[in-house]
């Protein structure tokens, strides 16, 4: 009995050893086939690879302007030529692509960069990448995290649970650039509380960046339209922020949604509140600035490029460059900061500096609005 046991074990461990022996002689005489393919494939005119797709910041303080830079390679035989770069939400996300042109075998970088100024809470931002290759041409990325709320930083609290509200569906949507259904999540909370202020505030921020992306497809018409709602929601948002800074100072939040809302309002022609927003702005960089505040280095660069782009819209252009200035020292690879202080050195006459700054935008996102118009700005240069 034991030995037909122990023969049958035999038998069976024998079996098993033949049908893995078979499988591994299949998959031998396959794989380099199968390796050829994808070569290929691969080595069949351009072709675009990115080891990673996405990334998540995780947790981010309101002051953080947080960065990642995805790597990517041309595998293929031919020219890999990045057409254009596009983003969900123009405001919260700034991308810089390293070069447009690859030959086989180069690397480049997609630097993302997250403004977290504006967001509250968890979002999720694609960034779409167009280039010839033609088995992939649009490639999508996908960064993600969790904006903390300044209060409850401050107080080290850890978040809580919070039940849903047309507010925080609201924001939810904003970061997702879903902006149709973010109003509609906004009126909601609005007509539960006629006096709740960051609701008109995203309110107007939905509108206006209806506004920017018709602007930017060229319905001009359509865009001014989207920018008078944006001003609308602001003048009942104006009143609101301004109680909130006569009974707290130092509210930073408030001078900076403030200055903002005018710095935007004077999008529309025949608007000039420029004046108003510098007002906010510089009261807020002092804020920022003070001792009690350090560590504010986002906010920092984020409000001298904002009173640099000021100065530079009042014809201030000596004003702008110093302002500017300090924000590029921190921050050199910030596109607004260079192409402003290119148009602010131009209108000074420093016409080498105008080129160097207008130069580098073209040099540091090449398919960008910026650089687009920078490059209409050195063919002018060139002509005088």
């Not at 003070?290 to 252009?317: D, E, H, M, Q, W």
Request: charge should be negative; aromatic fraction near 12%.
């Amino acid at each position: 009995m034991k030995d037909n046991v122990i023969r049958k074990n035999r038998i069976f461990s024998l079996m098993i050893y033949i049908a893995f022996s078979l499988f591994f002689i299949f998959i031998a005489q396959i794989l380099p086939s199968y390796s050829s393919m994808i070569i290929a494939l691969a080595d069949s005119g351009p072709s675009i690879y990115f080891p990673e797709y996405s990334w998540d910041f995780g947790e981010i303080t309101p002051d953080e302007l947080p960065t990642h830079i995805f790597k990517f390679e041309n595998i293929g035989d031919e020219v890999l030529i990045i057409k254009e770069t596009k983003v969900s939400c123009e405001s919260c996300i700034d991308p810089i692509i390293s070069t447009r042109e690859l030959n086989p075998g180069e690397a480049g970088e997609l630097k993302i960069t997250v403004n977290s100024l504006d967001m509250i809470g968890r979002f999720t931002k694609r960034i779409y990448l167009e280039s010839n290759d033609p088995v992939n041409p649009q490639v999508v990325i996908t960064v993600s995290g969790f904006i903390k709320e300044k209060d409850k930083l401050a107080a080290q609290i850890q978040p809580k649970p919070q039940p849903q509200t047309p507010f925080s569906v609201g924001i939810s949507y904003f970061g997702q650039g879903e902006y149709d259904k973010a109003i509609t999540e906004f009126e909601k909370s609005i007509e539960l509380d006629e006096n709740h202020t960051e609701s008109y505030y995203y309110l107007g921020q939905c509108y206006l960046q209806k506004g920017i992306i018709e602007y930017n497809n060229k319905n001009i018409l359509k865009a001014y339209s989207l920018y008078r709602k944006a001003n609308k929601f602001a003048e009942q948002a104006i009143p609101q922020y301004e109680k909130i800074i006569e009974n707290n100072p130092k509210d930073l939040n408030s001078y900076l949604k403030l200055g903002y809302i005018y710095e935007t309002r004077s999008i529309v022609p025949f608007i000039d509140e420029y004046n108003e927003a510098l007002e906010y702005y510089l009261k807020a960089l002092d804020l920022a600035a003070s001792p009690s505040s350090a560590g504010n280095t986002g906010i920092i660069i984020y409000l001298n490029t904002r009173i640099g782009v000021v100065c530079f819209n009042k014809n201030k252009y000596s004003q702008a460059i110093e302002y500017l200035e300090i924000a590029e020292k921190v921050s050199p690879q910030n596109i607004e900061v260079a192409y402003y202080l290119g148009l602010s050195y131009d209108k000074i006459g420093e016409i080498e500096k105008a080129r160097e700054f207008l130069s580098r935008v073209i040099e540091l996102a090449p398919q960008s609005e910026f650089a687009r118009e920078a490059e209409k700005e050195l063919k002018k240069i060139n002509k005088d």
